[in-house]
């Protein structure tokens, strides 16, 4: 068998959405997340193999979403789950897919790596002013009475999405520190694929004292994970997604997709409101973060051509000068 080569290409730091688990309504079982993740892991390995020295961060969304549902149906029985203990579940239910899988690829490649997951706290401010105005939606639909029944027994903020229903709100501060950063740049150097700050990390505020506490928040995926890639000096940063490039005009009988691009235009798209923030729109944030704090490379592209977008085969490629 084919032994890895030695990180010679430098780190990635890849980030992979919640939603590369759960790939459809009719494949978001248990079973069916870890037959994705395993498709998911051999490109990965893909790329561990080629010489890359990888770091993985992903999102959480539809699994912090599972078991905040399950909450809700037990409330009759059971105390409601709190959501950064919800994270840390999803951190290590995640985390443990991605871990076994990658392993079991190593082994089949006989690639001399090893794989941690590593339960990653986010410091956030107390004063960020996400806390006074929440926006982010949570869980499960309700009607008008539920809702307000749920926020005034569990003090929740709830708003109303036109044509659905009402859902539960929580603030989505900016992240200002990762609590594990030193622990995570030790490991990166051992010959270790770390997985780390799922789901944005579990969103903390430190204390006067220095102690730390967890918060009912969510942080952003993409934006934890560019200032992952940044305080380790990651050589590129891949964001993964549902297409294959960034495109313009999406949907429309004009669009067109990017193969290689610059920080300064994609920057002019996003000002055209050409990224969404409910989809494209922190990615293209994080990334244009990312690109103009160290002049490297950074890549937009789906899991499957993961390894082709490093070799820039695929995906869409942006750099500070174009």
């Not at 079991?104 to 006989?110: P, W």
Request: some cysteine.
């Amino acid at each position: 068998m084919k032994k890895a080569q030695s990180n010679t290409c430098g780190i990635a730091v890849v980030a992979i959405g919640g939603n590369a688990l759960v790939l459809d309504d009719s494949h978001k079982t248990v079973p069916d997340q870890f037959l994705a993740a395993k498709r998911a892991m051999k490109n990965v390995a893909d790329i561990v193999e080629a010489g890359w020295n990888v770091v993985l961060t992903h999102g959480n969304g539809p699994q912090i979403g599972y078991i905040l549902r399950r909450s809700e149906l037990a409330l009759d029985e059971l105390h409601p789950v709190p959501m950064d203990y919800a994270g840390a579940d999803t951190q290590g239910a995640i985390g443990y897919m991605f871990q076994k899988a990658l392993r079991n690829e190593f082994v089949r490649r006989n690639i001399p790596q090893k794989v941690v997951t590593v339960v990653t706290q986010v410091k956030v401010s107390a004063e960020d002013n996400a806390f006074l105005k929440p926006t982010k939606p949570i869980g499960s639909y309700m009607s008008s009475t539920q809702a307000k029944n749920m926020a005034n027994k569990y003090s929740w903020s709830i708003s109303e999405e036109a044509g659905h229903g009402w859902r539960r709100v929580v603030p989505s501060p900016y992240p200002k520190d990762i609590v594990e950063l030193d622990f995570i740049q030790e490991l990166i150097g051992s010959e270790t694929v770390v997985i780390t700050c799922g789901g944005g990390g579990i969103p903390v505020v430190e204390r006067k004292d220095g102690t730390i506490r967890g918060v009912e928040a969510v942080v952003d995926k993409d934006y934890v994970s560019c200032m992952l890639a940044r305080s380790i000096d990651a050589d590129v940063f891949v964001v993964t997604t549902n297409v294959d490039r960034v495109a313009v005009n999406f949907g429309k009988i004009d669009e067109y997709w990017l193969d290689r691009t610059s920080v300064a235009e994609l920057k002019k798209h996003a000002m055209d409101n050409q990224f969404p923030e409910g989809s494209m729109g922190p990615k293209v944030h994080s990334i244009v973060r990312f690109v103009e704090g160290n002049c490297k490379r950074a890549i937009i592209t789906n899991i499957d051509s993961l390894a082709a977008s490093l070799r820039g085969e695929a995906g869409t490629s942006i750099t500070g000068d174009g």
